[in-house]
């Protein structure tokens, strides 16, 4: 210990013993006689544990005589020229740092080493981090279609980004399903950055024509259709989606998805049973020649194609949205939308603008729950998994002790939901949406659910109507 | 309402949900092929259907966006990124909503696996007229457990179907609901 605090002549040999150490050695200044003695256990020691040191080497002359004789056991033609006379005592390093690497090969080999190990590491963190990914990481796609699950994975593929599958396969569903979505429609994205922890809503519901009144709607709507038509947001909204998180380029998604109407697909169980429905409607003559051909709704599995909807996507994937919202698509179905006694214009296409939003959010037993905010009914959701918190459900529970709290936790949150409305137009749907969001409120609300029986609606909340298919 | 669920390896989670409102939407197809939605009916308005107490809140007004049951929903840890990521949509409306909060149950408070999880019989309470609805998968007992609450039970073939993706660490799986015949779930 007292060597390490305070390094003697001796435990300063004995570490220049190190065959890496040793050339510091050959330029130790002379040790005075009187130096060793305070370390003279110490020598002692040391020279019964040393195999090498003899005892004249406690002289450091003689041993640095020795230890270079020892060093250079290869050199033996030299040594004849390397008399006791040579050896003389120096104030300085003789040998100077420029030349240090010529005479020590092992510290070349080690610095080499640490170079090149410092190197790779470096190379290999920068490959990690900018480089593209060796392995591919996993993944999931689901959608109402097996067809459009597959363009979306095959688009994961290609490298493009969870947002150019999610684009490719939602305009697909309008291809393959056109009973649920399509360009004509509208919708809602949620996205979700895990390594920045930003998460965007991306609204694209459709909205009401600028000159519509409420007065226009009291009459027989089945013989105006026209007036059920909002803004198409659909490839606006999708657009700016692409904007924001796209990868690959937009007319190589929106060709993909092309490809698919041109190409054609199978009709799924699901279309054919909403075909079948339609068929006792009635339709136009325009959508019965294009669904309905003969007269008959086609069965689940035969071969359609739609080079309708291929030729218009073509027009969009290399001119844009604009060929939607400002082109010759706008004037055809503003026209369409007023022949049925709408009053669409083509000046709410033009203004039609995606509105980003940031989600609605709670903690529900240490999971963030998001959903779309105000006008959607995604806080209503939050409502229930409030109150829902309050009974502590793990999997010690059986489902069948849960089945009534979420029954009542579930209908308050819907009478709370039956009064929302677009924020932008109602600034009072600010403060129904902060008693949605609130823990103390659902808190009250819990203490209303009586375990043993259930109760209507207005004995929580009041209720207006959910207006029937809403979404 | 149409759904898309992507979990892909940029760390990016999307859910997409997209409707024309009514099936084929106002039944309009325009000359190059585009069928017209029929939104406006999410609005609501006095007279609109006879004996109903009309939301104020979503009066129709130009340019504003109705009330809408389009509900995709993304679950991640609340403390750091390990842990449990969802990301789920439901169609059919409002009972989109008794959907997604028991899914979401099963997965987060129950620790249920995400098959079982969509596989498990729903419920969806109605508000007019007060009514528990329950889907085909739904067991007798149950009912008779809720019925012995009061409640008016009332089975239904479907009442919403679910589709979801989970990563747990870095492990991705999806699922579709297994009463859909034409979902498809995909994992790499």
């Not at chain 1, 050959?26 to 005075?32: G, R």
């Not at chain 1, 086609?298 to 060929?323: C, Q, T, W, Y």
């Not at chain 1, 502590?392 to 029954?407: G, K």
């Not at chain 2, 149950?105 to 969806?124: E, F, P, Q, T, W």
């Amino acid at each position: 210990l007292v060597a390490d605090k305070e390094p003697s002549p001796e435990t300063t040999l004995g570490s220049a013993y190190s065959p890496v150490d040793y050339m510091s050695i050959t330029s130790f200044p002379k040790l005075p006689e009187d130096d060793v003695l305070p370390g003279e256990n110490a020598m002692k020691s040391r020279k019964e544990d040393d195999n090498v040191l003899s005892e004249q080497d406690t002289d450091p002359d003689l041993f640095l005589k020795s230890a270079r004789l020892q060093r250079l056991p290869s050199s033996a033609s030299d040594l004849a020229t390397h008399e006791d006379g040579t050896f003389r005592e120096t104030t300085t390093d003789p040998f100077t740092q420029e030349c240090a690497c010529q005479r020590d090969g092992l510290t070349v080999i080690i610095t080499a080493c640490l170079t090149f190990a410092t190197g790779v590491t470096i190379a290999l963190i920068v490959q990690i981090y900018c480089g593209d990914p060796q392995v591919f990481n996993q993944g999931a796609v689901v959608t109402d279609v097996a067809q459009c699950t597959s363009l979306g994975f095959g688009v994961l593929e290609k490298q493009g980004s969870s947002v150019d599958a999610a684009i490719a396969a939602a305009l697909c569903l309008g291809i393959v399903h056109p009973h649920t979505s399509g360009i004509g429609g509208g919708g809602v994205m949620l996205v979700h950055e895990i390594r920045k922890n930003d998460t965007r809503v991306i609204d694209f519901r459709e909205t009401a024509p600028s000159v519509i009144t409420e007065d226009m709607l009291q009459t027989t709507l089945d013989a105006k259709p026209g007036l059920l038509v909002g803004v198409p947001g659909m490839l606006s909204g999708l657009n700016q989606a692409h904007q924001l998180y796209g990868r690959l380029p937009w007319k190589d998604v929106i060709t993909m998805v092309a490809d698919v109407a041109r190409n054609g697909f199978n009709v799924t169980h699901e279309l054919a049973q909403a075909l079948a429905d339609a068929k006792n409607q009635n339709m136009s003559k325009a959508f019965e020649d294009l669904f309905l051909p003969n007269g008959q709704a086609p069965l689940s599995g035969v071969f359609s194609r739609r080079m309708d909807l291929a030729i218009i996507l073509d027009a969009v994937a290399v001119k844009g949205i604009s060929e939607f919202y400002s082109g010759n698509l706008t004037q055809e179905i503003v026209a369409a939308v007023q022949e049925k006694g709408g009053v669409l214009t083509e000046e709410d296409l033009n203004k039609y603008s995606t509105v980003l939003r940031k989600p609605a959010e709670i903690n529900y037993q240490g999971h963030h729950v998001m959903a779309p905010p105000a006008p959607h009914a995604g806080i209503a959701l939050l409502t229930a998994l409030n109150i829902l918190e309050g009974y502590n459900i793990t999997n010690q529970l059986s489902r069948q002790s849960t089945f009534h709290w979420i029954a009542e936790s579930v209908k308050i949150a819907l009478a709370m939901a039956s009064e929302i409305g677009d924020p932008m137009f109602d600034t009072s749907v600010s403060e129904i949406v902060a008693k949605m969001l609130s823990k103390p409120h659902a808190s009250q609300f819990r203490q209303m659910i009586d375990d043993s029986q259930t109760f209507s609606a207005d004995h929580y909340t009041q209720t207006f109507t959910l207006e029937k298919g809403a979404g | 309402a149409a759904q898309v669920v992507v979990m892909g390896p940029d760390d990016v989670i999307v859910s997409v949900m997209s409707s024309l409102n009514k099936p084929f939407g106002s039944g309009i197809l325009t000359p190059s092929g585009i069928l017209l939605n029929s939104q406006i009916l999410d609005f609501s308005w006095p007279n609109k259907t006879e004996g109903t107490t009309p939301n104020p809140h979503n009066r129709l007004q130009p340019g504003k966006r109705p009330l809408s049951f389009l509900m995709p929903t993304v679950v991640r840890p609340a403390v750091g990124l390990c842990g449990t990521y969802v990301a789920t949509g439901s169609s059919n409306g409002e009972k989109a909503l008794s959907g997604i909060t028991q899914v979401l149950l099963n997965v987060l408070s129950s620790r249920k696996n995400m098959s079982d999880s969509l596989a498990y019989g729903r419920l969806h309470p109605q508000l007019e007229p007060n009514t528990l609805l329950v889907d085909s998968e739904f067991l007798d007992e149950d009912i008779k457990f809720l019925q012995s609450k009061g409640h008016k039970v009332e089975r239904k073939e479907l009442l919403s179907l679910v589709e979801s993706t989970r990563r747990n660490n870095d492990v991705i799986i999806g699922v579709k609901d297994p009463r859909s015949a034409d979902a498809l779930a995909l994992n790499i």
